[in-house]
């Protein structure tokens, strides 16, 4: 009977007709009242509640899930084997992962008291020391390394009364800000040191993590993949959030990421003054977040963002604009499968086409099945597939061709992993209306250049008083003054400098220089949206870079 009542939950969970609806309130009554022991058996009867609350059919059935989910850290206390709900993010769980460093810090802030090293996964407890270490004074090193005290001993001796406990501790040392803070936030990373996160009771598990970001909506049904020609029309209501608004959207994308062991680079170095909120319709609205300067690539752009619907977080992913392409891919969080999500994605494709402009999405074969067996499982090229994304490799392309006609004469004919794999051999790339005038820029430049930069500074005995001189010299052939600069715009021409001295500078015109110098300046702005619209206007800058790397020399000026 209980048995019956959650499967019968699970059937209607995503039926939005009227008699569906009177008899999901039923279920959900009638679960309420029954038990369930098994770990697994739980994780499915949490994604349905979830799934009711981000796609509701009407207030009670949200209110009714809400309430379930509200109660449920008890049912998560009464289950067997509560272990192998590690990583769901579940309240009553436990998520145990190595984090960066900045996710770390931010939890520790927002959640008190929840977040501790994972000392089972430290061995030797030792591992710790080198952090420890930055922060004694000289007075206290020798009764540290004479041995007397453990280093769980020695934390628990400098916590005293404090209250906190060894990873509040260890945060607490951090430097404020600047270039010793990144140091320390490198030291932490290098150590690779698991972090164990109770989520019991915790706002910021996945049972409780909410956002409201658009006003509650109430379905009627989902909406359709809608076709490629969608992608040609902006998407108007995009805003700029205020920084408090700014640090509620990071914190909220860090907690969803973070108890599901998951990571996204510019969610990790989320930039407080630009994270935009663009509404996707029927309670459905993506955050995009942009990386804080400090930790942005030297050429690329990169973006994360996260899918929220009635407030509650359902997939995210990475965006990252290189002139007028941008690469991408969508990871939609398992109780939320089986939804919209081509509609959402091709309305995030139009937010980010607005936001960058770019006529092009791009995306890699890991994405869609390149050592990546879920995407495999779940067939994932053909997600892309159907939303006008088609292979850059011609075989791949004549392949897909030829499984879409088999798929058509037999509905039930599925492509083998086999043929996944095949089909996974390169990118996937989505035209926008107006494409055909930018051509599309090899990622693969990026690693030649690195190797060229790596080549310029070879041999050198001191690479930083080599990287210094590269930078003066590059700033003398540009023509450009950097007093006045931002240390953001200083760091920028920095990481930039070794690439643009390897062009041949002195044939740019007087304009086209000045162009690569707004470039630079762009990249350590408050936002990095700027640098990819200057970065459309610098044809010639594509050009040569894509020349380097592929180790074809500069021809005559032309």
Request: aromatic share 8%; net charge positive; charged share 25%.
């Amino acid at each position: 009977m209980a048995a019956s009542a959650f499967a019968g939950l699970h059937a209607v969970r995503d039926d939005f007709r009227a008699p569906a609806r009177a008899e999901r309130l039923a279920l959900l009554a009638r679960t309420a009242r029954r038990r369930l022991r098994s770990a697994r058996a739980l994780e499915r009867y949490h994604d349905d509640l979830l799934f009711l609350c981000a796609f509701p059919p009407d207030p009670a059935t949200r209110d009714g899930a809400r309430a379930e989910l509200d109660r449920f850290g008890r049912r998560v206390a009464q289950a067997r084997s509560r272990d192998a709900l590690e990583l769901t993010g579940i309240t009553g769980s436990t998520t145990r992962a190595v984090l960066a460093a900045p996710v770390v810090c931010r939890l520790v802030a927002r959640y008190p008291g929840e977040l501790d090293l994972d000392w089972s996964g430290i061995r030797p407890a030792e591992r710790v020391d080198p952090l420890i270490r930055r922060s004694l004074l000289r007075s206290e090193e020798e009764a540290f390394d004479g041995g007397d005290l453990s280093t769980r001993q020695w934390l628990r001796r400098a916590r005293g009364a404090s209250g906190m406990n060894d990873l509040e501790w260890l945060v607490a040392q951090r430097p404020r800000s600047g270039a010793a803070r990144r140091e320390w936030d490198r030291a932490f990373d290098a150590l690779e040191l698991p972090v164990r996160w109770r989520l019991r009771g915790s706002a910021g598990s996945v049972t409780a993590l909410r956002w409201d970001a658009a006003p509650a909506a109430f379905r009627s049904g989902f909406r359709r993949t809608p076709g490629r020609s969608a992608l040609a029309r902006s998407l108007e209501q995009i805003v700029l959030l205020a920084p408090d608004r700014a640090d509620e959207a990071i914190a909220v994308a860090t907690a969803a990421l973070a108890a599901r062991g998951r990571e996204v680079h510019a969610i990790t170095h989320a930039n407080r003054d630009e994270v935009y909120l663009a509404d996707l319709g029927e309670g459905v609205s993506v955050l995009v977040l942009g990386a804080a300067p400090g930790a942005r690539m030297a050429i690329e752009s990169t973006y994360g963002y996260l899918l929220l619907a009635n407030g509650i977080p359902i997939g995210y992913g990475g965006v990252t604009p290189v002139a007028w392409q941008a690469n991408t891919g969508l990871n939609v969080f398992p109780a939320f499968r089986g939804s919209e999500a081509g509609a959402v994605f091709s309305l995030a494709l139009r937010a980010f086409a607005t936001l960058f402009g770019v006529t092009r999405f791009l995306v890699n074969p890991v994405q869609f099945g390149e050592d990546n067996a879920e995407a495999i499982a779940s067939g994932a090229f053909w997600f892309y597939w159907r939303l006008g994304f088609r292979p850059v490799d011609p075989a791949a392309r004549r392949l897909a061709v030829a499984e879409q006609r088999r798929r058509k004469a037999r509905p039930s004919y599925r492509s083998t992993p086999a043929t996944l794999r095949r089909l996974a051999a390169g990118d996937l790339v989505l035209a926008r209306p107006g494409s055909a005038g930018h051509p599309l820029v090899d990622e693969g430049v990026f690693a030649a250049l690195g190797l060229r930069v790596t080549d310029l500074l070879a041999g050198a005995a001191a690479r930083g008083r080599t990287h210094a001189r590269v930078v003066r010299e590059t700033a003398r052939r540009l023509h450009t003054d950097r007093r006045g600069w931002s240390m953001a715009e200083r760091e920028a021409f920095a990481d930039l400098a070794p690439v643009l001295s390897l062009l041949p500078l002195e044939r740019w015109t007087v304009r086209g220089r000045r162009s690569l110098v707004a470039l630079i300046r762009a990249k350590g702005g408050s936002g990095e949206r700027e640098f990819v619209r200057v970065a459309q206007g610098l044809a010639r800058f594509w050009r040569e870079l894509a020349r380097l790397g592929s180790g074809v020399s500069e021809p005559g000026a032309g």
